[in-house]
């Protein structure tokens, strides 16, 4: 099984057959019955690329702890922050928030000496990791230091796919006592290609994430459901930014919480008079809150044969890690980080720090 092991990051990487072939060919190898090919590519939800698009060995590394287990952090994401919290302040290190670099400069040696924010402050840096999505990378370097080919094949990167998610507040639950935090999938159809194209203006997948959360010295049941969507389904409105656009787009958000609370209590007919929309979000609000440039969920697709970027840029003190570097989220994201930070660190150090954590 293709998988992701930190301990072999110190030696060189190889390919493996499983890189070189899709998901979908080897379902079809497997078996002709729809539904379960179904049911074993409909993880592809979790990182939102097409079967037929992805590896079978990508697949493989993105699922296999979903398989094993599925499990929440206590406090959900305020766990995270506030762990980063403290661990920063260990090392002295300064959180901005609306500070972006506009602008390298003093570059030599293919090394960029002061780094230019959007405040007018410069800050120098002995290296610089960039997680920001590839677009904005190449919006970032200057032409001089860009070939041709850099540039095609950053242009040639897709998205994954993006969600339109409602969130809602289940009011009374007096007949659900076994109400508990679960996951529960919709599939209009077996075509999960399909339910992954932007080109789909049919019937959506749709996830249902029920949670019992604390908030205010209250227990809330909430109810959170998404379906997959793209940046071209809102082409038309994305000039505008949150809280201020135009009247057809509320009528755009009206129409798909209509239906997305339609399917629920479909699903659910138990809850129909006691669900209570709180909010909604396309994938215009996940691109303006997350400065993403497509909205997406898990930043660029993972097609195979496609040469992603990670790690030293054409600027050789610049590096590119995060979601949208070796693999998609949050799984990406982590893995990335190890090898950027194996490529910045002398490999004593490095080694030091994997060992003793990995060891715990």
Not at 43 to 50: D, E, F, Q, S
Not at 246 to 256: I, R, S, T, V
Not at 281 to 292: E, I, Q
Request: hydrophobic share 35%; with cysteine.
């Amino acid at each position: 099984t293709p998988t992701m092991d930190l301990r072999a990051l110190f030696s060189r990487q190889h390919s493996i057959d499983e890189d070189f072939i899709s998901l979908e060919e080897v379902l079809n190898r497997l078996t002709e019955n729809k539904v379960l090919k179904t049911l074993l590519s409909g993880l592809a939800m979790c990182y939102g690329v097409r079967p037929d698009e992805v590896s079978f060995a990508n697949h493989s590394r993105m699922c296999q702890g979903l398989y094993q287990s599925v499990a929440r952090v206590k406090n959900g994401g305020a766990a995270f922050v506030k762990a980063f919290e403290t661990q920063f302040r260990k090392y002295n290190i300064e959180i901005r928030c609306r500070s972006q670099i506009t602008e390298l400069t003093d570059i030599s040696g293919k090394k960029v000496g002061r780094f230019v924010l959007n405040t007018g402050e410069e800050v120098r840096a002995e290296n610089c990791i960039l997680t920001i999505h590839p677009a904005g990378i190449l919006k970032m370097l200057p032409e001089k230091y860009v070939s041709r080919a850099f540039v095609n094949r950053i242009s040639s990167f897709e998205s994954s796919t993006g969600f339109f998610s409602v969130f809602a507040l289940l009011e009374s639950a007096d007949d659900e006592p076994d109400f508990e935090t679960s996951i529960f999938s919709i599939f209009p159809h077996h075509d999960v290609n399909r339910l992954l194209d932007p080109d789909n203006r049919g019937e959506t997948a749709l996830v249902i994430m029920k949670s019992i959360e604390q908030s205010g010295g209250k227990t809330c049941r909430t109810i959170n459901a998404f379906e997959p969507s793209f940046i071209e389904h809102v082409e038309q409105w994305k000039e505008s930014r949150t809280g201020r656009r135009p009247q057809g787009y509320k009528d755009y958000k009206k129409n798909k919480v209509d239906n997305i609370v339609r399917r629920i209590l479909t699903a659910f007919p138990q809850y129909k008079g006691k669900l209570k929309v709180i909010d909604s979000a396309s994938v215009l609000t996940f691109r303006d809150y997350l400065n993403n440039p497509d909205g997406s969920a898990y930043g660029i697709k993972q097609k195979m044969n496609q040469f992603n970027l990670l790690g030293k840029l054409p600027l050789h003190n610049l590096y590119a890690a995060g979601q949208s570097a070796l693999l998609p989220g949050i799984i990406g994201a982590m893995m990335s980080s190890f090898l950027v930070g194996r490529s910045i660190l002398d490999e004593k150090s490095y080694n030091k720090f994997l060992l003793k954590n990995l060891d715990r």
